[in-house]
């Protein structure tokens, strides 16, 4: 029996997920994976020994208790956690309807909550595992006008792994929130990324960010896939892994700009900020 750990990745069919699993797999790691539809899973990864090939839907929870029970009959327990299903959606904040908003929020934060409840008692019990959050650099800045649902859904995973952090640390599980900028993968492609199904016209901006979205940065990212599947194996064999891993160029340097912008605010504003203590 292989003495490496157990990875267990959500949305494995495309994008960083499957570069991924392709890279743990090619390394020797035992790896389930997970898509809404297995053929989408059979069509990209060879059938191994290694590998367990599952279909479920994050958004249900049955669906991912299932997946992760089959995870642990097949390869004896769970080790790693890559919570990676979600999509964008793209649209204002006036335009988006109510459904558009509540399927996001699904995927991408109730998905990942799924996942965690599911997981976490297994990993409790054995007093050890690894959960890695995918959230986006558009989890940490926010000012991308026409992200602003989306945005909310990656801040929620942040918030959440956060928290998530100090419940579990006494039993030696940890955890960290991952904030890809872009990468040459086919997030805005092939049905990864949504518009708002009623536009309106005077958001004139948001559509030109739609266009550069679609026409401009797809096959122009920064980031490599494959270079992010060993950053991803690098942080699960670490001792110590950060809470937060902001991932490409792009990523840190948003980050940092974020940053110094609220050192600015917190200095400027000292004064009022005080003032309203006892």
Do not use: C
Not at 27 to 33: F, I, K, L, S
Not at 91 to 96: D, I, P, R, V
């Amino acid at each position: 029996m292989s003495t490496k750990k157990v990875w267990f990745v959500t949305g494995a069919s495309k994008g960083l997920g499957l570069s991924l699993v392709k890279r743990l797999l090619n390394e020797g790691y035992r790896v389930a994976a997970t898509s809404r539809k297995l053929g989408n899973l059979e069509k990209e990864i060879d059938s191994v020994d290694n590998f367990l090939a599952l279909e479920a839907n994050v958004t249900d929870e049955n669906s991912v208790k299932a997946a992760i029970a089959k995870t642990i009959e097949t390869f004896g327990g769970i080790d790693v956690v890559v919570n990676n299903a979600g999509y964008g959606h793209l649209g204002t904040l006036e335009e988006l309807t109510d459904r558009e908003v509540r399927e996001n929020f699904e995927a991408n934060v109730f998905g990942v909550l799924n996942v965690i409840r599911q997981v976490t008692p297994h990993l409790r019990q054995k007093q050890s595992g690894y959960i890695i959050n995918i959230s986006s650099i558009a989890g940490f800045y926010g000012g991308f006008p026409g992200w602003g649902i989306y945005n909310a859904t990656k801040f929620a995973v942040a918030g959440m792994t956060e928290a998530y952090a100090a419940e579990v640390n006494p039993f030696n599980i940890q955890t960290t929130v991952v904030y890809p900028g872009y990468f040459k993968t086919n997030f805005l492609l092939e049905g990864s990324l949504k518009l708002a199904e009623n536009q309106l016209a005077d958001y004139t901006a948001v559509r030109e960010n739609e266009r550069v979205h679609m026409e401009e940065i797809p096959g122009n990212q920064p980031g490599s896939p494959e270079k992010a599947a060993e950053a991803f194996i690098q942080l699960a064999e670490m001792e110590n892994p950060p809470l937060h891993f902001f991932m490409g160029s792009d990523s840190f340097g948003l980050a940092q700009s974020k940053i110094d912008a609220l050192q600015s605010e917190l200095n400027t504003y000292e004064a009022l900020t005080k003032s309203t203590d006892y």
